[in-house]
Nanobody, 115 residues
């Protein structure tokens, strides 16, 4: 399987911003719709943002207007700009193809929103 490496997480105060990045191995990245997922303690992993192979985007209501997903097919990367962060955004964030693809799950990147 191809690999994914997420980065960019950290501790931020409510109202702050972070930019997450995900780098994919292989040469088929551009063929897949890619998503950012998150998993909070004790909760299932959820898809929060999606970008299609044609760069159309969609978001769950809880992040719409605050998060922006983008991709760079020449660099095999997908990013998530997160603004106006809230404590309920605290989770481990992962990227992967949606609904399925050739990538194994990465380690994720921890985002903690707290004062």
């Amino acid at each position: 399987q191809e690999q994914l490496v997420e980065s960019g997480g950290g501790l931020v105060q409510p109202g702050g911003s972070l930019r997450l990045s995900c780098a994919a191995s292989g040469s088929i990245f551009s063929l897949y719709d890619m998503g950012w997922y998150r998993q909070a303690p004790g909760k299932p992993r959820e898809l929060v943002a999606l970008i299609t192979s044609g760069s159309s985007t969609s978001y769950v209501p809880s992040v719409k207007g605050r998060f922006t997903i983008s991709r760079n097919n020449s660099e095999n990367t997908v990013s998530l700009q997160m603004n106006s962060l809230k404590p309920q955004d605290t989770a481990v964030y992962y990227c992967n193809a949606h609904p399925t693809g050739p990538y194994s799950w990465g380690q994720g990147t921890q985002v903690t929103v707290s004062s």
